[in-house]
């Protein structure tokens, strides 16, 4: 039973070889705080280079959240999304806001369109107020888990 299904997946890989390596989009990492404006960056995996080129990022449409059941976060204003490789060749989404966020927990949908694949994730966001101590600078972002996942294609 076990090595019948392992044939089919297998064959389904050989069949479907896009569906195998679809861009998908990683974990969230907060670089802000608290009463700040939003800055954070959403890896992108499992893309080929074609897709990872000139990937198209946004926040989900009005209509979207609501069919996830999910409110609109009325608190971040206008997010831009921007493509970026890292030093190290990784690619990343980095998103900014242009407003100050008050609101503790954020919850987005972020939707990216590459070449082949529309991807659609859920993150929620636990904004922390900064921390200082006496003499020394804002501490380091922690990397933020994320919530939810969904694809489209």
């Known amino acids: ?16 070889p ?3 390596f679809a ?20 890896e992108l995996v499992g ?22 059941g999910l409110d609109w976060p009325a608190s971040v204003g206008t997010i831009t999304f921007t493509p970026q490789t890292k030093s190290d060749g990784r690619t990343v989404i980095r998103m900014r806001s242009s407003q100050s966020i008050t609101d503790p ?20 966001l636990l904004l922390d107020p900064p921390v ?4 020394e600078q804002q501490s380091a972002p922690v990397a933020a888990p994320a919530t939810g996942a969904g694809t489209r294609g």
């Open 105 to 124: 927990f954020l919850t987005l949908l972020v939707e990216v369109n590459s070449l082949r694949n529309r991807t659609v994730r859920e993150y929620t």
């Open 23 to 42: 861009l998908g989009l990683g974990d969230v990492r907060l670089l802000s705080s608290l009463n700040a404006p939003l800055d954070a960056e959403i």
């Open 18 to 20: 896009p569906a195998a």
């Open 132 to 135: 200082f101590a006496p003499g």
């Open 47 to 68: 893309a080929t280079p074609e897709e990872m080129t000139n990937p198209k990022a946004q926040l989900a449409s009005r209509e979207l959240f609501a069919r996830y």
């Open 1 to 16: 039973m076990v090595a019948k299904s392992v044939k089919w997946a297998l064959a389904s890989l050989v069949i479907f």
